[in-house]
Every structure is written in structure tokens, then in C-alpha cells.
């Protein structure tokens, strides 16, 4: 499952917004129906993930990270009490926390951008100009590209 794309939305007075529906489509034929919902790693956005992209990076970091180690365990606890389960009404809208929407800086207007086997929900305003000009993003992709494979 790989989501593309970038949709814009609203969320309403307590928080509700829709979720899209060519993602909800999407997670309908893959089965997915329990998603989580955290802040991103980096704190500009919120990241939905289907449970299968959920339990994939858990399974990534838990792999990384020793039960005795205090500064690991610490990490993944991070990890995992910024995340909320996620839960669609019947007609697909969800409820994010005032928590969430303060940690991503989002007031009203979102947009909702697929990442590979996630969606990300950027507050609108940070979407407005490009997120890297051009000529910029075309360099850095060569560079990656340039990379050898794993």
C-alpha cells in the first residue's frame, strides 16, 4: 500500500476532520482498519499509520533498542506516548487531540499528503510555498539517487 498525492481539508470547532477519500479507499482494500496517529518524528506534521506501517516501524525500532538499556528504552517510550489510536466515524471523519493539533501547529486548515505507507497532515500553512525550491530538490534528489543500494 503506497499513498500519493496532496488533499486539503478543514478541521471543524472540536477538532474533527474528514480523511480523504481516495486514503480511506485505499486502506478499505488493504484491510487496514485499526490506524495510529503520532506526531512525526521531526514534530512538524502528524503521521496516520495503517496498524501493518504501525507495527513495521515498532518492529524497526524494538530491533534497535535493548530492554536494559535506560537512554533506549527512554527513546521508545517516546516513541510510543506521543501515538493515539485513531478511529473513523461513518462518514469518515476522526477526532484529532488538542494536544496533536498544538504539536503540529495546525488551526483549521490542513493538508493531507501521502508518504509511501503513510498520510501526513501538515497544518496548511506550512504548505504554502514548496517545501524545497526546485533546483534544490532536483540536487538532493540526484544525491540520493546517487547512492549505492543497501
Known amino acids: 500500500m503506497r499513498f500519493l498525492g496532496n488533499i486539503e481539508a478543514k478541521t471543524d470547532a472540536k477538532g474533527r476532520v474528514f480523511l480523504p477519500s481516495a486514503f480511506r479507499k485505499q486502506l478499505q482494500v488493504a484491510g487496514e482498519e485499526q490506524l495510529v496517529l503520532r506526531t512525526d518524528v521531526h514534530g512538524k506534521c502528524l503521521v496516520i499509520y495503517p496498524e501493518s506501517a504501525w507495527n513495521k516501524r515498532l518492529d524497526q525500532i524494538s530491533a534497535h533498542v535493548s530492554e536494559w538499556d535506560e537512554d533506549e528504552q527512554m527513546v521508545l517510550r517516546e516513541f510510543m506516548a506521543e501515538a493515539e489510536f485513531l478511529t473513523l466515524d ?19 486548515a490542513v493538508r493531507f499528503i501521502g508518504m ?29 539517487m546517487s547512492k549505492p543500494q543497501e
Open 90 to 108: 461513518g462518514n469518515g471523519r476522526f477526532l484529532i487531540s488538542k494536544r496533536l493539533l498544538q504539536a503540529a501547529g495546525i488551526e483549521q
Open 116 to 144: 509511501n505507507d503513510t498520510i501526513e497532515i501538515w497544518a496548511q500553512e506550512k504548505t504554502e510555498k514548496p517545501f524545497l525550491p526546485q533546483a534544490e530538490f532536483a540536487s538532493r534528489l540526484k544525491a540520493i
